[in-house]
Every structure is written in structure tokens, then in C-alpha cells.
């Protein structure tokens, strides 16, 4: 067999020797086993069955419970581990045990069991020759790329400055099913604990739903019922994946089924399982965490945005390993007011991480990764003391611009993310008649976004989030002007005449709400701007109300109405609550708007 080498120590099962720095470590023959079992299986679970099995013979007579008691600790003096905050051997209460260090085989050809990020950080791989991959248990280092049209998901595993790079790479290209795009709308994968297996949100003749590709397979297959889902998540022991669909949180059996409801979530923003089956989970798109059994019952309340201290929501919670902290995001009025924060789910205790970020994994080859700015980025991080211990490097650039999740990590260190090439945004605009036939329109394909036809059908206002403004194009005459020049707007809506349009812009790092002649001529006037985002969504037929809805930290989304033009009174409803010139009708949530 091999060496098995993990930090300073290196496992010689040939010869039953342990060595430290190279030199000799007395360890007696039966924990010695017991290592090399859970160093040539890192990152799994080990029950205690399989260590009775593979250790103690069947005719041994002995107290098998105090012997491997014995033999664990004999094992945790020799590396000077601790069981509360282990390096090396993991306890999983009632359970098992699980190798938690990365792994580096020596021997012919080197390769490593785990990976990790660190100065070499990624090393890509050029497409080129194809070479099979080896079986399922996905021991080297594994590149797996899925196409779709213009995105493409690619799985790397890591690898540390310490380790020698493999000298092969198993790789393997796989495509999307026919007529299939990835939703980035929001961008949702996962990837099991083990590796073995993906999870990813795809569209398929105008529905979205979760597709799941085993990767010793070719193909995916669509997961039954999981129409509308998003934020996936697999329990520790693959046996289930959770996800959000229709308000509720759900979750699938692995091995295939119709999904169950776990319990409410009206607009789910990522959940994380731990060892003990719970699930911690953000229900709310403006709200706090909570914490549920895998098994179902009532959901309870972890912790809540502070309003006062300019907090939104929290969302995408990730478990650290030993399930006694957990990781979040916080997000404010603006993507720069967004925090990456760790929490001991025991004292409440909390501390900021990471500013202006989001989505946070913890890498068992102790890293911290994240999204930024369209950037993967990782920096060395301290699990014992649950802290940063260096500075971040970038690990993948052009990912979804999001502090969505649009990456995640198996417990070896493999990495699959979104990457986004240049020109996946760009969109053509079509004419589509009320038989289906489908019309291009004479403009080049851009990042286009809220079409919005006159009144008298004879124009067409659209953002271009190129260069961030709205423009206008007269359909007849085939010209294409712009109407802003600030950049950051988007929500273009026509006054009822067709003279005017408001709009939203984001200039001053939130929304306002402003309005222009259609013909890009004369200044832009601000009908409605505060601390808060409000975008408009409909003009009455009178041109004198616009409505639309509004953002507020303390209160979540709501829906107002705003008078045009000093007319102050209209139409408002029995609770509306004037702010800001305009009647709030509705502070609950409204599905299916997010702002970005």
C-alpha cells in the first residue's frame, strides 16, 4: 500500500509504522489500524460497525465498545487532537467517526484524496484529450464541465501549495438535456457531501425545475416534482435532498420519488442539514433563520434581522462541521451593506467575517469561500477558532453577478460553480403574435431587460444593462436612442399618453424613482426618492397615480401609490399609510420580485 500523508504525519501501513516530521511515533497495532481505516477514507463517515468489521474478528471476545473507546483516544494523544476541536478524527455522537484532514497518497503515481485551496490555488484544465475517469469514488481530482448553450458548471478539486499536483486529471464533459438552459434566475446547485453526485435548476419548455447527474453517469434526469425549485440541499448522508418550491420547504428522496413537504417557507433563501438531522434554513425573503428536524414538526426562530442596525434578511446559512456554529449572510439596503457572519447556534454569539459578500462555505481543507463582485474568493480560515487567518485570493472569476449561491463544495474539497462566459447575458428582442409566430426585431442581441410597449404600440422602451440605461426604439423607423444617461435603471414604465416614462434608478445605491420624455429631451424629475428602494410597476389610466412597490428594511416589500403632479388625493385603501408623498396599501410580501 501506499503512504498516506496528512500535515506533518505519514501512515506507512506497509510496515505498520507512523511517523511525525519523519520521525518514529510509538502507536500499538490495533489504533494504528484504525487510523490508516479513517486516513484512506477522508471525509466519510465511519461507523462504528464498519470499524468492528474491518478491525475485530469475528472470534475475538473482547469489549468492543471500550476497545475502540480506548484505541481513539490512544490515536487523538499520538496527533494531539481533541476531540471538541478535532484536526484529524471527528466524533459523530452515536454515530461514528470521520477523518476530517486532507489526505496526500504517496506512492507511483502521487494523487490526493482530498484537495484544498491555497497558493497554487486552481490549476485549470485545458480541453484536450479525454481520458476515462476513474470509478465512482472520486479519489482524483475531477473536472466535470456541463454546457449549456453559453454557461457551463465546472467541478474542480483544489489543491494545496504542500501537495503535488496530480500527475493526471480525470475529466469529462457532459452537455445539458436537449432544449435545456441553466436558471440563473436565482443560480442554484449543489453537490453531495461525497462528491458523487450534482444537483443544478434548469429550464425546459418554460418550466424550471432541479436536475440531478450522478457523475459516474451520463446523463441527468429531472427530479419528480421539483417544478418551480431552488436552493437545493443534500442531508449529510445523501439519503435526501432539500430544496424551496411553491412557499414550502421540501425535501426528495435521493434514490428517486415524489418530494414531501417539510413545512412552510413562503420565498426560501438556502438551507443547511446537519449531522443531527436539523435543518437550519432561511423561510423569508425579509426575516430571520430557523431551525426544523429533516423529519417535519414546527419550525423555531434562531434569529431576526436588527431593523435598527440596518439589517434585511438573513439568508444562505451553511453548518460548520461539528454543527455548533453556522455561517450567514446579512443583507441590507445595498449589496455593499452585505455581511458574512458566523454564529454559535449554543450562546447566540456573532461575529462579522467577511463585508461586502455573500454565500459563505466553509472548505474542509480549512478555507472560507465566497461570492464577490462576480468573483469566487477564499482566504485561509480557522475552524477551531472559527475565524479568518489570512488574506482572500480568487479562486474562479465570472460567476453570476450575485451574493446568490452560485457555487458549493463536497466535503473532499471538489468545487462545482456557475461560470458565466462573456455574452451569456445577451438577449434578442422578438415580436411574438397572439398565434405563437416569432418575429426578431432589428437590434443587435444585448444584456436587455423590462420590455415595455407604448401605448400606441408604435415604441418600445427596454433597459440595456450594457451601459445600465433605458432606450427607446421607434419600431417603424427602426431607430434605436437613449433615454438616460446615469446608468443603474431599469423598470421603465410609459405614462398613459406615451409621452413620458418613470423609471427606477439606482445611482445613489438604492432605488428612486424618477420620470423622463420618451424622447430622451428635458431633465429627468424625481418623483419619489428616500433611504429606502421603491420601483414602479403600473400608470393609471388617467396619468394621475403611479403605483409601485417599495422596499423598507424594517417592514419588508410593499405596495404604494404615488400621486403625479401634486395631486396629492386618490384612491387609497382603509390601513394605507402615508410615506413619502405616497399611500402604502400592503406591507406583506409580494412573490416573485427581487431586487438585485
Not at 249 to 260: D, I
Not at 425 to 447: E, I, S, Y
Not at 515 to 533: F, I, Q, T, V
Not at 534 to 539: H, I, L
Amino acid at each position: 500500500m501506499p503512504l498516506l500523508r496528512f500535515g506533518t504525519f505519514e501512515i506507512d501501513s506497509n510496515t505498520g509504522e507512523l511517523r511525525k516530521s519523519g520521525l518514529l511515533i510509538s502507536l500499538p497495532p490495533q489504533p494504528f489500524r484504525i487510523l490508516a481505516l479513517l486516513a484512506s477514507h477522508p471525509g466519510e463517515l465511519m461507523t462504528r460497525e464498519d470499524i468492528r468489521r474491518q478491525i475485530w474478528d469475528d472470534g475475538t471476545f473482547v469489549d468492543f465498545e471500550q476497545g475502540l473507546n480506548i484505541a481513539i483516544n490512544k490515536i487523538r494523544a499520538v496527533l494531539g487532537d481533541n476531540a471538541e476541536s478535532p484536526r484529524y478524527v471527528e466524533t459523530l455522537p452515536r454515530r461514528g467517526y470521520r477523518f476530517i484532514a486532507p489526505v496526500q497518497i504517496v506512492g507511483n503515481h502521487e494523487s490526493c484524496l482530498t484537495g484544498s485551496i491555497g497558493d497554487g490555488l486552481v490549476k485549470p484544465f485545458a480541453i484536450g484529450t479525454q481520458q476515462e475517469p476513474s470509478r465512482p469514488r472520486l479519489r482524483l481530482s475531477l473536472l466535470l464541465l456541463l454546457t449549456a448553450t453559453t454557461v457551463a458548471i465546472v467541478v474542480w478539486l483544489l489543491k494545496t501549495a504542500r501537495i503535488a499536483a496530480p500527475q493526471s486529471i480525470a475529466r469529462l464533459a457532459v452537455t445539458l438535456p436537449p432544449e435545456t438552459s441553466l436558471d440563473l434566475d436565482p443560480p442554484s446547485l449543489s453537490i453531495s457531501p461525497d462528491g458523487s453526485l450534482m444537483v443544478y435548476a434548469a429550464v425546459h419548455a418554460g418550466t424550471s425545475r432541479l436536475y440531478m447527474r450522478s457523475l459516474d453517469q451520463m446523463e441527468a434526469r429531472p427530479i419528480p416534482g421539483s417544478q418551480g425549485g431552488q436552493f437545493p440541499f443534500f442531508s449529510p448522508d445523501v439519503q435526501w435532498l432539500g430544496f424551496f418550491a411553491d412557499g414550502k420547504l421540501k425535501k426528495a428522496p435521493v434514490s428517486g420519488g415524489l418530494p414531501m413537504v417539510i413545512c412552510e417557507a413562503l420565498a426560501g433563501r438556502g438551507g443547511s442539514w446537519g449531522e443531527n438531522g436539523t435543518i437550519i434554513f432561511a423561510p423569508e425573503y425579509r426575516g430571520g433563520l430557523y431551525a426544523i428536524s429533516g423529519a417535519g414538526g414546527v419550525p423555531k426562530a434562531l434569529t431576526s434581522p436588527d431593523s435598527s442596525k440596518g439589517e434585511g434578511s438573513y439568508r444562505w446559512p451553511h453548518l460548520l462541521p461539528g454543527g455548533k456554529e453556522v455561517l450567514f449572510t446579512i443583507l441590507g439596503t445595498t449589496k455593499a451593506d452585505a455581511q458574512i457572519v458566523v454564529q454559535s447556534l449554543k450562546t447566540g454569539q456573532r461575529r462579522v467575517l467577511i463585508h461586502g459578500a455573500g454565500t459563505a462555505r466553509y472548505v474542509p481543507t480549512g478555507y472560507l469561500a465566497y461570492s464577490q463582485d462576480g468573483t469566487l474568493m477564499a482566504a485561509p480560515f480557522n475552524l477551531r477558532r472559527v475565524e479568518l487567518t489570512g488574506a482572500p485570493r480568487p479562486v474562479a472569476e465570472k460567476i453570476p453577478e450575485s451574493v446568490a449561491a452560485a457555487f458549493d463544495f463536497s466535503r473532499f474539497g471538489a468545487l462545482v460553480y456557475i461560470a458565466q462566459a462573456p455574452g451569456t447575458a445577451d438577449r434578442t428582442l422578438v415580436w411574438v403574435d397572439r398565434n405563437g409566430t416569432v418575429q426578431p426585431l432589428a437590434l443587435p442581441p444585448h444584456r436587455y431587460g423590462w420590455p415595455r410597449v407604448s401605448p400606441d404600440g408604435r415604441s418600445l422602451a427596454v433597459t440595456n444593462n450594457d451601459d445600465g440605461d433605458v432606450w427607446c426604439y421607434g419600431i417603424a423607423r427602426g431607430h434605436f436612442s437613449r433615454v438616460t444617461f446615469g446608468g443603474k435603471t431599469g423598470w421603465p414604465i410609459w405614462s398613459p399618453d406615451g409621452k413620458r416614462l418613470a423609471y427606477a434608478s439606482k445611482t445613489a445605491g438604492h432605488w428612486d424613482m424618477f420620470s423622463k420624455a420618451a424622447d430622451g429631451s428635458g431633465p429627468e424629475e424625481l418623483l419619489m426618492g428616500s433611504e429606502h428602494s421603491a420601483v414602479p410597476q403600473a400608470w393609471s389610466p388617467d396619468g394621475q397615480i403611479l403605483a409601485f412597490i417599495g422596499e423598507e428594511v424594517s417592514t419588508g416589500l410593499s405596495i404604494g401609490l404615488l400621486p403625479i403632479r401634486g395631486r396629492r388625493q386618490s384612491r387609497t385603501a382603509a390601513n394605507s399609510v402615508r410615506r413619502n408623498g405616497a399611500d402604502v396599501l400592503t406591507r406583506r410580501p409580494v412573490a416573485g420580485l427581487r431586487f438585485k
